[in-house]
């Protein structure tokens, strides 16, 4: 079980930094003062949880525990594997985080641009997550692949896109009057769900080796996941320096 429980200690230290990258680029202002920094940690981060998942998925089939897990006949982690194949294989232009987006697609670095943004609220009472946002029309493009592509089945797209509740997007976008390459949904609270669906069935099989892994283990066990069929939707100015 060493490669399991390896791989359940990176997922339990990348979802660390993540949180630590967001608290560094807006509590701390580092996003503020030196953006490139500040979005290449968060990318940085965004990447090692997405590939966090994919090892422990592999560690499972290795080590002989796949049947636990239908990974891609569970639309919490399909998502996630979907955006950790995308970014892993340059699909769909690494589904961008919001903040790689408006670097390449607004028309002027500083400059006020409207966003709207989709979030899942968590179940449990009074309970949250943080903010790191990924665009829906970069996700929606990579569904739209054909499959030897994406390398999705159309069982797989269609649960993905039902799952975060896509259909309703562009509504979204047409309220507001922005275009639906301007809608952003969160990642984070799809990060829980994917967590929520997976730690239950291996805490048995993993050690922790950190006080980060055993609160993953813990805390995932019993936490309420986040609800993605009645999302908080709105809409606000976005801008970053250069």
């Given at each position: 079980?060493?490669?399991?429980?390896?791989?359940?200690?990176?997922?339990?230290?990348?979802?660390?930094?993540?949180?630590?990258?967001?608290?560094?680029?807006?509590?701390?202002?580092?996003?503020?003062?030196?953006?490139?920094?500040?979005?290449?940690?968060?990318?940085?981060?965004?990447?090692?949880?997405?590939?966090?998942?994919?090892?422990?998925?592999?560690?499972?089939?290795?080590?002989?525990?796949?049947?636990?897990i239908?990974?891609?006949?569970?639309?919490e982690?399909?998502?996630?594997?979907?955006?950790?194949?995308?970014?892993?294989?340059?699909?769909?232009r690494?589904?961008?985080?919001m903040?790689?987006?408006y670097?390449?697609?607004?028309?002027?670095?500083?400059?006020?641009?409207?966003?709207?943004?989709?979030?899942?609220?968590?179940?449990?009472e009074?309970?949250?997550?943080?903010?790191?946002?990924?665009?829906?029309?970069?996700?929606?493009?990579l569904?739209?692949?054909?499959?030897?592509?994406?390398?999705?089945?159309p069982?797989?797209?269609a649960?993905?896109?039902?799952?975060?509740?896509?259909?309703?997007?562009?509504?979204?976008?047409?309220?507001?009057?922005?275009?639906?390459?301007?809608?952003?949904f969160?990642?984070?609270?799809?990060?829980?769900?994917?967590?929520?669906?997976?730690?239950?069935?291996?805490?048995?099989?993993?050690?922790?080796?950190s006080?980060?892994?055993?609160?993953?283990?813990?805390?995932?066990?019993?936490?309420?996941?986040?609800?993605?069929?009645?999302?908080?939707?709105?809409?606000?100015?976005?801008?970053?320096?250069?």
């Amino acid at each position: 079980m060493t490669q399991l429980s390896d791989a359940f200690e990176d997922l339990s230290q990348s979802l660390r930094v993540l949180m630590e990258a967001n608290h560094r680029a807006h509590r701390e202002g580092l996003l503020q003062i030196d953006r490139a920094e500040a979005v290449g940690n968060i990318e940085i981060a965004l990447a090692s949880v997405l590939n966090s998942f994919h090892s422990l998925y592999d560690a499972l089939e290795k080590e002989g525990h796949g049947a636990l897990i239908k990974w891609y006949e569970t639309p919490e982690l399909v998502t996630i594997l979907a955006l950790r194949n995308a970014r892993h294989h340059n699909l769909a232009r690494k589904v961008r985080t919001m903040y790689s987006f408006y670097a390449q697609e607004a028309e002027k670095i500083g400059r006020m641009e409207m966003y709207v943004l989709v979030d899942f609220p968590s179940e449990e009472e009074g309970g949250d997550t943080f903010d790191v946002y990924l665009s829906w029309s970069d996700l929606k493009d990579l569904l739209q692949m054909p499959q030897q592509q994406s390398k999705l089945r159309p069982a797989a797209t269609a649960a993905i896109a039902d799952y975060i509740g896509s259909k309703k997007f562009k509504e979204y976008a047409d309220y507001y009057e922005r275009p639906e390459e301007h809608v952003f949904f969160n990642f984070v609270p799809l990060a829980v769900n994917a967590a929520i669906k997976v730690v239950p069935k291996i805490r048995h099989l993993v050690k922790p080796r950190s006080s980060e892994s055993e609160l993953v283990r813990d805390l995932f066990n019993t936490l309420l996941p986040t609800n993605t069929k009645q999302p908080e939707v709105s809409c606000g100015p976005i801008a970053f320096t250069k």
